[in-house]
């Protein structure tokens, strides 16, 4: 069965790290928070590759970056008493806001740029590495998270085994 990641309700049923997501997602309506910019679960825990210390990835549809900040000050979405960092960067010329804090056992990184949530490279990459994980098996998924435990970064670590020469790139192909 193929897996909708537009909708959060997998976690529901997933394994405990992606149950307990679901529960801090819940819990402090992150994402009905973040609703006005078709927030997105991204990254390794929505695929199950995750490993002790994986952030919980929320990619945002930001048009302007100052009602999304304003947006998230106002919701108390990071609840008080809770340090964040905020930086507005660049990734390939595409202007980038990106949020980190922890809540509970969960680092959170909130990511937005000025483009659908979808055609952002966050979702590609994971609808790849999932096509590439459905096709190559557990025994690959496992070289996967090993590879991840040495410190080795996702893409990076699939671009091991596929033996690809620029992973950010070529994923984004698959």
């Given at each position: 069965?193929?897996?909708?990641?537009?909708?959060?309700?997998?976690?529901?049923?997933?394994?405990?790290?992606?149950?307990?997501?679901?529960?801090?997602?819940?819990k402090y309506l992150i994402l009905e928070k973040l609703k006005d910019f078709s927030p997105l679960l991204a990254g390794t825990i929505?695929?199950?590759?995750?490993i002790d210390g994986s952030d919980l990835d929320i990619i945002c549809e930001v048009k302007d970056e100052?009602?999304?900040?304003?947006?998230i000050r106002l919701s108390q979405l990071i609840p008080p008493?809770?340090?964040s960092k905020v930086?507005?960067?660049?990734?390939?010329?595409?202007?980038?806001?990106?949020?980190?804090?922890?809540?509970?056992e969960f680092p959170i990184e909130i990511f937005g740029q000025d483009k659908p949530t979808t055609?952002?490279?966050?979702?590609?990459?994971m609808i790849a590495e999932?096509?590439?994980?459905q096709e190559k098996g557990e025994e690959f998924k496992q070289q996967i998270i090993e590879l991840k435990k040495k410190g080795i970064k996702t893409e990076p670590a699939f671009g091991v085994l596929l033996n690809l020469e620029n992973p950010y790139e070529d994923l984004l192909k698959f």
């Open positions: 069965m193929i897996t909708d990641f537009t909708k959060m309700d997998y976690l529901e049923s997933g394994n405990q790290r992606q149950q307990r997501a679901h529960v801090l997602l819940t929505p695929i199950e590759i995750d100052d009602f999304f900040l304003e947006t008493g809770i340090h930086e507005k960067i660049k990734i390939k010329g595409e202007k980038s806001i990106v949020i980190n804090f922890n809540l509970e055609q952002q490279n966050a979702y590609r990459h999932y096509t590439i994980l």
